[in-house]
Nanobody, 115 residues
Framework: QVQLVESGGGLVQPGGSLRLSCAAS????????INWYRQAPGKERELVAR???????YYPDSMKGRFTISRDNAKNTAYLQMNSLKPEDTAVYYC?????????WGKGTQVTVSS
């Protein structure tokens, strides 16, 4: 059974930085595509970053240059480095792993950007 646990969220001022972690178990991690999504209250869940098994990355234009996704296969962990944070980045951030065309989700970690 695939399980994902996110950590690293919290309260940060505008312009600040956070690094989120996603620890995975029960998968062949090095072969998986990893995504980070976020969901704000009353809004639909949106993709913020993706990394393939070959370390190819994708970012929507609004995150490009501010967010960086990476992975450490030896630790079965993926990361999301977030810089220059804005109030509109406030959301619950979720890790997603794709295996055998199925999506697996963590429970999320809260990120709040506020003065």
């Amino acid at each position: 059974q695939v399980q994902l646990v996110e950590s690293g969220g919290g309260l940060v001022q505008p312009g600040g930085s956070l690094r989120l972690s996603c620890a995975a178990s029960g998968s062949i991690f090095s072969r998986n595509v990893i995504n980070w999504y976020r969901q704000a209250p009353g809004k639909e869940r949106e993709l913020v970053a993706r990394i393939s098994s070959g370390d190819k990355t994708y970012y929507p234009d609004s995150m490009k240059g501010r967010f960086t996704i990476s992975r450490d296969n030896a630790k079965n962990t993926a990361y999301l480095q977030m810089n220059s944070l804005k109030p509109e980045d406030t959301a619950v951030y979720y890790c997603n792993l794709i295996q055998a065309n199925n999506f697996y989700w963590g429970k999320g970690t809260q990120v709040t950007v506020s003065s």
